[in-house]
């Protein structure tokens, strides 16, 4: 087994249940640690052999893209459909942070993390 991690992707998205949030929109960071068996591709050389981390950015990037009120959604659809692109992946771990919450107070992002 191994762990492939897409680190820090930064999107510019429209997500939040205030009105203007996702009017103004707001700065994300998502992360993604991916568990999946590599040795076939560690062997072959081969990208059909592994997780194709090109494709997982497309697939984050789009969910991002839809508009949501809860992070939980959007991390939620993002584990979903990387997972039906790459069913050999064994543990995912999906992380979405909100930069600048409008919560009143100083505060440097609030994030949320799912596992499947």
């Known amino acids: 087994m191994a762990l492939i991690l897409l680190e820090n992707m930064e999107f510019f998205a429209y997500h939040g249940c205030f009105a203007e949030e996702q009017i103004i929109g707001n700065r994300f960071i998502v992360n993604l640690t991916i568990e999946t068996d590599t040795s076939a591709a560690e062997l072959s050389d081969h990208l059909h052999d592994t997780v194709n981390y090109q494709a997982v950015y497309s697939i984050v990037k789009k969910e991002m893209a839809i508009k949501s009120k809860l992070l939980e959604h959007v991390a939620s659809r993002i584990s979903s459909e990387v997972k039906k ?32």
């Open 85 to 116: 692109a790459f069913p050999q992946i064994s543990h995912m771990v999906v992380k979405i942070s909100k930069t600048n919450p409008p919560l009143g107070g100083k505060l440097e992002n609030v994030s949320v993390q799912i596992e499947i």
